[in-house]
């Protein structure tokens, strides 16, 4: 069988059969399928077993150790062997049929308390996706109506506003692109500079143009276009959000 080093602590290793565990709950897969299929370890499968054939826990231990495991698996941190037992194969057959029955009856009625509650689910999500988007369109048809009346001259500098942190993010860009190539060239003109292989003169007026470059790009963010144009946006939301509060308060 293969074999698979696991660490156990922080100074020793044991070698223990490969598997793979499925779940923190400490059982590899083939003990999930296992108990899955109705197969119980032998301290979980006596008291079942007792319950239904209503013998003591001692005399369900002595039949499931006679009948023997019907397989065994990895189980716990350390992956001990442990002995799955069948204990339906002990069994009378009407006994385990009825079981079966009752089984299947009661995975029915799961499935069917589920497709219930997924399918009231479904309904409720719908009822509140639906509210949802007729007080959107709600609050939509006020703030058309209020930009073209009491709104009309705020809207028109907001739109102002919109227009002008375009114009604005279009100059950045093009700065950015503009400071990227000075950077270049700057870097470029240094080295000569160490090489010897520029004036001093020329070496000055290429460090002063990029130091403009560099100054613009900096103060980008202290454009007082900015500030301007957020204000006009900032001053227009709020009043349409109180616009639209003082129509629905009045409804």
């Known amino acids: ?21 499925a779940s923190e709950r400490g059982r590899s897969l083939g003990a999930e399928d296992a ?22 826990q001692k005399e369900a231990r002595k039949r499931l150790v006679n009948a ?15 002995n799955y037992y069948d204990w339906h194969a002990l069994l009378p057959e009407e006994v385990r049929l009825q079981l079966e029955k009752e089984e299947e009856e009661k995975r029915a009625r799961e ?27 709600e609050i939509d048809e006020i703030k058309a109506t209020w930009r073209k009346t009491e ?35 700057y870097r470029r003109v240094y080295r000569r500079r160490s090489r010897g292989t520029i004036s001093r003169e020329e070496f000055l ?25 957020r204000s006009a946006i900032q001053a227009f939301l709020v009043a349409e959000q109180n616009a639209v509060d003082a129509f629905r308060k009045e409804e």
């Open 205 to 229: 007026a290429e460090q002063n143009l990029y130091q403009q470059i560099e100054t613009a790009w900096k103060g980008r963010d202290t454009d007082p276009r900015w500030e301007e144009a």
């Open 151 to 185: 709104g009309a001259d705020a809207y028109r500098r907001y739109e102002a506003a919109l227009q002008l942190c375009d114009v604005v993010k279009a100059e950045h860009k093009m700065l950015r692109e503009k400071y990227s190539v000075a950077t270049q060239r």
């Open 68 to 82: 023997g495991p019907a397989e065994w698996h990895h189980t716990g941190n350390r992956a001990r062997r442990t």
């Open 111 to 137: 499935e069917e308390e589920g497709r219930k509650y997924m399918e009231e689910r479904a309904r409720r999500q719908a009822e509140i996706d639906e509210k949802r988007a007729r007080q959107r369109a």
């Open 35 to 56: 108990e899955d299929r109705g197969l119980l370890p032998l301290t979980r499968a006596i008291r079942p077993l007792a319950q239904t054939l209503k013998i003591t």
């Open 1 to 21: 069988m293969k074999q698979a080093h696991y660490e156990i602590g922080a100074k020793s290793k044991m070698s223990v059969p490969y598997a793979t565990y």
